[in-house]
């Protein structure tokens, strides 16, 4: 347990930014969604990392939270993406352009 | 790994470990974290530019294996497992089972930009964002050093080096009193998002109104 939090913070900040320029640059949904995921645990090991430097287990009990919180968002969001593929066999974001139903 | 990891430990812990126990858990610590990076970054950066769906979710799998790796090596024991079920094992796979389902594992178009400049526009941001959290970090106010009213990471026996309770058992007990009700509400959440997803992937039936025309132009039993 020697190595410092400040290591970890500067992973996670790549992380972070590597799952932003990856939602910024892919135009197919299912693995924008997974550089959300990215995002998502970068923020995770940002909090474990802080709940070890701070001595505080609030950072380990939010962890637990975001991870329920990722699954019920995954399911919702698959849920969404199949019932968009069923109207339209668009493969990318942009063929989405229009909210008429 | 856990075991090893804190056999480490233990043999660090007390004071007549001598020096090279201390730099054995030392190094197997660096070694963890930097095996653990490299494997995150490598599994994003193939997240981002793998052209497959399935081989990003691959990526996406070996990612989520690191970070859990970090956890072990700053002992969250439980969220790493966790970190393998829940994200690995039924994430990853949803992911795939759509993919797979949807059959969009066809290789993605890549070479045609569609909006103009948004590749080095992704690349600024990406950069700007880094920069951000830089300037963010350096600003050193965004911790008192106060303890948040969830209680300690680590617990001692009084007067002692001797940790009192696991990693599992102290987040079990702040989950259950502590955070009880958030934690009722996650329940709650996800028999919603269950009924969402039924209710979103089901095949669309006739709608309420039709139904209701055609049991009407039924003729009677």
């Known amino acids: 347990m020697t190595v410092p939090g400040a290591w970890y913070l500067i992973l996670a900040a790549l992380l972070f930014t590597i799952g932003a320029v990856g939602l910024l640059l892919r135009r197919n949904i299912l693995v924008m969604f997974m550089c959300v995921e990215l995002m998502l645990n970068a923020v995770n090991l940002t909090f474990v990392t802080y709940a070890r430097m701070l001595n505080d287990i609030g950072g380990q009990a939010t962890v637990f939270f975001v991870l329920v919180v990722a699954a019920a968002e995954v399911v919702v969001g698959l849920g969404i993406i199949v019932a968009i593929y069923r109207r339209r066999r668009g493969a990318t974001a942009d063929d989405v352009h229009t909210l008429k139903g | ?221």
């Open chain 2, 1 to 221: 790994m856990i075991a090893v990891l804190r056999a480490l430990g233990a043999a660090a812990a007390p004071p007549i470990g001598g020096t090279s126990a201390v730099h054995l858990a030392h190094a197997s610590a660096w070694a963890v974290f930097v095996v653990g990076a490299v494997v995150i970054l490598v599994g994003a950066v193939g997240v981002v530019l793998m052209r497959n769906p399935v081989h990003c979710a691959l990526m996406l799998v070996l990612t989520l294996f690191g970070i859990a790796l970090e956890f072990v090596d700053q002992a969250a024991d439980f969220l790493a497992a966790v970190q393998i079920i829940v994200y690995a094992g039924a994430i990853v796979i949803l992911f795939l089972f759509v993919i797979m389902f949807l059959g969009v594992d066809r290789k993605e178009v890549i070479g045609k930009e569609p909006l103009k400049g948004q590749r080095p526009l992704a690349g600024v941001v990406g950069v700007a964002l880094l920069v951000e959290v830089y300037v963010l970090a350096r600003v050193r106010h965004w911790t008192s050093g106060a303890h948040s009213v969830a209680g300690p990471l680590n617990t001692y026996f009084p007067g002692t080096k001797t940790p009192s309770a696991e990693n599992v058992q102290l987040l079990g007990q702040t989950i259950y009193t502590r955070y009880l009700l958030p934690f009722e509400m996650t329940s709650a959440l996800l028999v919603i998002a269950v009924v969402a997803a039924v209710v979103l992937a089901r095949r669309r039936e006739r709608v309420a109104s039709e139904m209701a025309r055609d049991e009407q132009e039924a003729p009677a039993p």
